[in-house]
């Protein structure tokens, strides 16, 4: 699977949107991008996924560049609740293969 | 989305006792699931795939004899810490795939576990 990189922290003030960017410039063209979040304590949260087309969900949008070496998650009114360690993941579609979690981004809604 | 639930949410124990943690997949069947640890401030580590109906494949470094895993249905997965010591202490979590909707994997809320 694709390695990725996530900036380590991003502060962003509550009600604005929240943008969180990932390089993925070794994707190939069968890897999907894959957003979780993790909130303290808590287990991993599927947010959302996509292939080469932008996506958007009840929760979150998702840019993905055209030449897919990179992505966007977008919450678009953040709130205190959105705090946690986003992370961005790459992988093929097989059923049985596991995800690799790097370390994330670390986002702060601040009041 | 799908809902996966673990059991117990936490557990205290004393060094050298066993610790089972229990996955499910409440809605959904799931033929693999994961198990994966976290340790305070680091970023989840992939133990063993858990197969239904046949033996866990262990990540290089976890001892297959200490963490005992077994999949008894395609809704079930239990990990047991065997001999349990104070490095043991982490955050453990299950994750599961729906089998007949697609590509997301869902988590659990996680165990954590504390030997004293």
């Known amino acids: 699977d694709a390695k990725t990189t996530q900036p380590p922290s991003m502060d962003c003030a509550e009600g604005r949107a929240a943008n969180l960017p990932c390089n993925h410039s070794?994707?190939?063209?069968?890897?999907?991008v894959y957003w979780y979040r993790q909130i303290h304590s808590q287990g991993p949260q599927y947010i959302i996924h996509?292939?080469?087309n932008n996506e958007t969900n009840e929760m979150a949008s998702l840019i993905i560049t055209e030449d897919r070496k990179s992505s966007t998650l977008i919450l678009p009114h953040a709130t205190l609740r959105d705090t946690a360690v986003y992370y961005c993941?790459?992988?093929?579609?097989?059923?049985?293969?596991?995800?690799?979690f790097g370390p994330g981004t670390r986002l702060s809604v601040l009041p | 989305g799908a809902v996966v639930s673990q059991h117990p949410s936490w557990v205290i124990c004393k060094s050298g006792t066993s610790v089972k943690i229990e996955c499910r997949s409440l809605?959904?069947?799931?033929?693999?699931m994961f198990w994966y640890r976290q340790f305070p401030k680091q970023s989840l580590m992939l133990m063993a795939t858990?197969?239904?109906?046949?033996?866990?494949?262990?990540e290089q470094g976890v001892e297959k004899d200490k963490f005992l895993i077994n999949h008894a249905s395609l809704t079930l997965s239990t990990l047991t810490v065997t001999s349990a010591h104070p490095e043991d202490s982490s955050f453990y979590i299950c994750?599961?795939?729906?089998?007949?909707?697609?590509?997301?994997?869902?988590f659990g809320p996680g165990t954590r576990l504390l030997v004293l």
């Open positions: 809605d959904f069947q799931a033929t693999t």
């Open positions: 070794t994707i190939s063209g069968n890897e999907y």
């Open positions: 993941i790459v992988r093929v579609e097989s059923y049985g293969q596991n995800f690799v």
């Open positions: 858990s197969n239904e109906g046949s033996k866990a494949t262990y």
């Open positions: 996509g292939l080469k």
């Open positions: 994750s599961a795939r729906d089998q007949t909707s697609g590509r997301t994997q869902y």
